[in-house]
């Protein structure tokens, strides 16, 4: 029997809105709310309001608290700045993802980690496996925080309304703290949208407040309650991977076109770190011989591309699909897979999707599919 879903501090609010829920990565998440096309043209056009206290956050503190991030992470930790945060990951010896992550430095030694849901107790359990010899120590926070997000144009003007910190000044990926709603919270400038918008950090028992105070201040600009689903057609529109399709354990951030995201330099005496040799040679592999490359499909047709679905070229298998979806902005089914170098450039004729014995043509394209207008 598999175990109850977690709820978050918001699941009676979810309901009495009419929400769809669905067990998400062990918790009792909203899917949609109504339209979930509705939801993501809000996003977009306007904003929506999302709950994603399902996600994990490890806090890291001690004077040693760099230094052990910095081995047991991928990215270079030490030159984030106070305040700031960091898009890395985590890896295993082989160099396989075993999470993205986003660090923020909240203090001189004080770092928050924030896990997907699915990954949170696995990254907690390495972050303390790899803290051994460190400084330092690792705390599980995920009890103490819910999270909040607005996301969208008139995000900014809506959280505006309900705090006096200095929004204007906050970079994007960047945090700091303030009130909002009358409420202490962690604000941060970061999202999984493709759009502008803030992630609301707050003890679970404020989160109620904040939702109610943010749904009544965007009521006016149009601003929408939304669901997992259109989280995932934002993300994927915005060319943004998802940890179990773009990235896992089988693959090297390298293999993932996020070779960026490795950092083999790195400030403080730090420049070992778990998957070093692995991703060093990863590396090599890929400037040698370009493994398979992440790409964007937009269908010619009107039928769906699936995650594990092949993608081929002259009757040959070249790739598979990783993320497909129907694209509200583009009005069009579209994809991320992995595909052969020789497929993988823009405009690559012959390239089709096998949907069920039918080879639907699709047409190559860059990544994101979608992106903002400054």
Known sequence: ??????????????????????????????????????????????????????????????????????????????????????????????GGIVDDLIVYRLGETEYMVVANAGNAQVVLDALTERAAGFDAEVRDDRDAYALVAVQG????????????????????????????AGVPALIARTG????????????????????????EAGAPVGL?????????????????PLYGNELTTGLTPFDAGLGRVVKF?????????????????????????????????????????RSGMDVVADGQVVGQVTSGAPSPTLGKPI???????????PGTPGVAVDIRGTHEP????ALPFYKRQK
């Open 192 to 215: 999984y949208t493709g759009e502008d918008g803030f992630e609301l950090f707050v003890a679970p028992e404020h989160a109620e407040t904040l939702w109610r105070a943010l749904t």
């Open 335 to 345: 994809a991320m897979a992995y595909v052969d170098a020789a497929h993988a450039e």
């Open 362 to 365: 699709y047409e190559v394209v």
């Open 153 to 180: 144009p008139e995000s900014p003007g809506i959280l505006k309304a309900v705090t006096d910190a200095d929004l204007d000044g906050l970079k994007y990926y960047a945090g700091l703290p303030g009130t909002v």
């Open 1 to 94: 029997m598999s175990p109850t879903p977690r709820k978050t501090a918001l699941d009676a609010l979810h309901r009495s809105l009419g929400a769809t829920m669905t067990d998400f990565a062990g918790w009792d998440m909203p899917l949609r709310y109504g339209s979930e096309r509705d939801e993501h043209n809000a996003v977009r056009t306007k904003a929506g309001l999302f709950d994603l206290s399902h996600m994990g956050e490890i806090t890291v503190t001690g004077a040693g608290a760099v230094d052990l991030l910095n081995y047991a992470l991928v990215g270079n930790i030490g030159s984030v700045g106070v305040g700031r945060a960091r898009y890395t990951m985590i890896c295993q010896a082989d």
């Open 265 to 305: 330099e790195k400030t403080s005496h730090a420049e070992d770190f778990v998957g070093r040799d692995a991703l060093k040679a990863a590396a090599e592999r890929a400037e040698a011989a370009p493994p398979r490359k992440l790409v964007g499909l937009v269908a010619e047709g009107r039928r769906v591309p």
């Open 224 to 240: 929408v309650p939304c669901g997992l689903s259109c989280r995932d057609t934002l993300r994927l529109e915005a060319g943004m």
